[in-house]
């Protein structure tokens, strides 16, 4: 059974930072891993999927890697800003099931 | 382009009430539509999903049940709720296939007195 694990539980950074969230997940074989965000009290906004056959993606200041073989991704957030804070979730996409890890939440200080 | 809408946003009820939380997806066709439950503090949990009207698979054993009663309506219910049902759901949209990403609405909080 697919487990996802997202370390820090929770991070905060000054503005400005470079950071780096990550998400493990034990079983390789997966069709995708797509970021999400979820804003307090709100659904899930998608970031970057990130197909299993490719290494990273970006999109704006925003790049996720994934390395199938170890079973780990990350999502690299450059010059975070206070807009940015957020639950960062990852995701995994198996055979038609999709798993979620706990998520990340992330606090941006002005 | 497609959307997805639920409703109600916030929902209070005593325990032993009955339930149904709708969604709906507009601007696409035959999507596949999915429930998740989101606890405090943990991840999401896939609750059902359906790929077509009246097919529906159930993840985990519960005081849940889901029905499609139109191609891109998705209902959850429950007969009586339990303190355990609350709980902040989500729903969700994908095309048809094994690799389509999903899209979510914006989800419902249930509180159980």
């Known amino acids: 059974k697919q487990e996802v694990t997202q370390i820090p539980a929770a991070l905060s950074v000054p503005e400005g930072e470079n950071l780096v969230l990550n998400c493990s997940f034990t079983d390789s074989a997966i069709y995708n891993l797509q970021w999400f965000r979820q804003d307090p009290g709100k659904g899930l906004t998608s970031l970057l999927l990130i197909q299993s056959s490719q290494r990273e993606q970006t999109s704006g200041r925003l790049n996720a890697s994934l390395d199938k073989s170890s079973g780990r991704s990350t999502l690299y957030i450059a010059a975070s800003q206070p807009g940015d804070s957020a639950t960062y979730l990852c995701?995994?996409?198996?055979?038609?099931?999709?798993?979620f890890g706990a998520g990340t939440r992330l606090t941006v200080k002005p | 382009s497609q959307t997805i809408h639920q409703w109600p946003a916030t929902l209070v009820q005593p325990v032993g009430s009955p339930l149904s939380l709708e969604c709906t997806v507009e601007?696409?066709?035959?999507?596949?539509l999915y429930w998740y439950r989101q606890a405090a503090g943990r991840g999401l949990q896939l609750l059902f999903y359906?790929?077509?009207?009246?097919?529906i698979s159930s993840e985990v054993p519960q005081n849940l049940s889901a029905s499609r009663p139109q191609d891109r309506q998705f209902i959850l219910s429950s007969k009586k709720l339990l303190l355990s049902d609350s709980g902040f759901y989500l729903c969700?949209?994908?095309?048809?296939?094994?690799?389509?990403?999903?899209?979510f609405g914006d989800g419902t909080r249930l509180s159980i007195l």
């Open positions: 995701a995994v996409m198996g055979n038609n099931d999709m798993r």
């Open positions: 359906s790929v077509g009207i009246g097919q």
């Open positions: 969700a949209w994908s095309t048809v296939g094994v690799n389509q990403p999903q899209h």
């Open positions: 601007g696409t066709s035959n999507p596949n």
